[in-house]
Each structure stands twice: as structure tokens, then as C-alpha cells.
């Protein structure tokens, strides 16, 4: 009975004695921050139509509150307007830049109080460099110089693709033209 016991303090000992150097070591190497597995750059140009620029226009209010204009953004923040887009992306800042793919989706102001907007939206490229999709989606608080929000998917290219997308309001026009830098990371890449 005392040498089981005896036996059953050594293994005990061993035990405490593994699980302490495990940890031990582990402080030794701690874990690396991620990189991202690839970062592309975009700017999407957004004209929104004011009953004036058909021709030019590549987002519209397709749903107001009430109180709103279907033509005219409603409202101090725009509270309850529905807006879809199908814009230019471009590599540089230039709106007359040769387009290597379209966002298209669409922005929800949400909040009366505070300018903001949930986007739901993919970038479509129809280039020779780029083959497919990215889908994003999140909250926009507008008036952050940089916001981020979710890559939430892919397709060719970016197929299943994971990761942050930072946006900065480059560019703005009263309530007519407004140009997003979108700087993407990739934290999941196939």
C-alpha cells in the first residue's frame, strides 16, 4: 500500500513537472501577430443620381423613409435611405482611370442620430490581373476617417477569402460624388 502510494506521488510529481516546463516553454515563443497573406488597394467612385445626372449616375435611392425623397438624401444623416451602387473601382484615385471592376451592393443609413451606414457589397473585377470576386459587409461609421469591415467571402481569385477591409473617405462632393480607398487584407487565401 505505501509503495502504491509512493508510486502514485512520483507519477503525480511527473505530471506537475511536465505540465510546468510545458508552460515554461511556451512562454519562450510567443505567438506571432498574423500577416496578412495578400493586400490589395482599390478606390470605388460613388455618384449618386440627384434627379439631374442620369447619365452619369452609378448609385440611386431605391428606398426613403416617409418623410424622404427618392431623389434627395433625406434628412440631416440620411436616417432610413437605401441606396444600391454598381461604381467603377479603380487602382488609383482617378474617377476617368480604365476601371478594373465594379462594386456593386448596397449602403443603409442606419441611425438618425450619428451619420452612419451598414454596407452589404462584392467588388466584381473584370480584369486581366483579377478573376472573381470579394464580399464585404459591415457597419460604416462615416464620419471615422478610417473604418474597417469584414471580407467575408470570394470567389476565383479570392475564393473563400477572409479578412479586414480599411475604408477612408478620399474624396467627396456635397451629396453627389463621394471616392473610398479600400485597403484590403487577406488573413485566408486558397
Not at 442606419?110 to 473584370?126: M, Q, R, Y
Request: charged share 20%; glycine share 8%; proline share 3%.
Amino acid at each position: 500500500m505505501q509503495t502504491m502510494r509512493a508510486h502514485n506521488l512520483i507519477i503525480s510529481l511527473f505530471f506537475v513537472i511536465f505540465i510546468v516546463s510545458g508552460s515554461s516553454a511556451m512562454a519562450k515563443y510567443p505567438s506571432r501577430a498574423r500577416k496578412p497573406c495578400r493586400r490589395l488597394v482599390f478606390y470605388f467612385h460613388d455618384i449618386i443620381y440627384n434627379g439631374k445626372n442620369s447619365k452619369n449616375a452609378t448609385a440611386a435611392i431605391v428606398g426613403a423613409p416617409d418623410w424622404g425623397n427618392m431623389t434627395i438624401l433625406g434628412g440631416q444623416n440620411h436616417f432610413g435611405d437605401l441606396v444600391v451602387f454598381d461604381d467603377p473601382i479603380t487602382l488609383d484615385n482617378n474617377l476617368h482611370s480604365t476601371p478594373v471592376g465594379r462594386a456593386q451592393g448596397f449602403y443603409i443609413y442606419d441611425k438618425k442620430d450619428i451619420f452612419t451606414a451598414w454596407l452589404g457589397f462584392s467588388f466584381v473585377f473584370n480584369s486581366t490581373e483579377h478573376k472573381g470576386s470579394i464580399n464585404f459587409a459591415g457597419a460604416d461609421p462615416l464620419m471615422n476617417k478610417t473604418r474597417d469591415i469584414s471580407v467575408v467571402g470570394g470567389t476565383g481569385d479570392f475564393f473563400m477569402a477572409r479578412g479586414i477591409a480599411t475604408l477612408m473617405t478620399d474624396a467627396f462632393e456635397g451629396e453627389v460624388y463621394f471616392r473610398l480607398r479600400v485597403d484590403i487584407k487577406l488573413y485566408e487565401c486558397w
